[in-house]
Nanobody, 127 residues
Framework: QVQLVESGGGVVQAGGSLRLSCAAS????????MGWFRQAPGKEREFVTA????????FYVDSVKGRFTISRDNAKNTVYLQMNSLKPEDTAVYYC????????????????????WGQGTQVTVSS
C-alpha cells in the first residue's frame, strides 16, 4: 500500500501561483511514476501531468503546458506541482496518484494506470 497526502491548495487570483505537494508513505516511492489529475465540478477527473520514477521524464496536457511544472524529490518521498499563471478554468480538486506500470521512464497518462490516490486538495482561481 502507498498512502498519498496532498497539500498546498487554496484560493488565488487569476495570474497567481500555487505549489501543491504530495507526500507518500508506505512502499518505496522511487518505484512509482507519479501523476496529478484534477476534477472540476460536474466534470470527469482528467489527467494533468506525470513524472517518471527517476524524474527524468515528464508529460503535460496541452492546457497546462508552459504554466505547470511537476517535480519529485525521491529522498523526501514527495512530488510537487508548481502552478503559475493560473486561470479560472484551473479551478478543481487536484489529486496525486502513484503508478507502478511500465519501466523507469514510462509515463502513465490514464486513470486506470494508477494504483493509489490521495484525497485531493481544492484549488480555486478567482477572476
Amino acid at each position: 500500500q502507498v498512502q498519498l497526502v496532498e497539500s498546498g491548495g487554496g484560493v488565488v487570483q487569476a495570474g497567481g501561483s500555487l505549489r501543491l505537494s504530495c507526500a507518500a508513505s508506505g512502499r518505496t516511492f522511487s518505484n512509482y511514476a507519479m501523476g496529478w489529475f484534477r476534477q472540476a465540478p460536474g466534470k470527469e477527473r482528467e489527467f494533468v501531468t506525470a513524472i517518471s520514477r527517476s524524474g527524468g521524464s515528464t508529460f503535460y496536457v496541452d492546457s497546462v503546458k508552459g504554466r505547470f511544472t511537476i517535480s519529485r524529490d525521491n529522498a523526501k518521498n514527495t512530488v510537487y506541482l508548481q502552478m503559475n499563471s493560473l486561470k479560472p478554468e484551473d479551478t478543481a480538486v487536484y489529486y496525486c496518484a502513484a503508478s507502478n506500470v511500465g519501466g523507469s521512464n514510462y509515463l502513465p497518462i490514464t486513470r486506470v494506470q494508477y494504483d493509489y490516490w490521495g484525497q485531493g486538495t481544492q484549488v480555486t482561481v478567482s477572476s
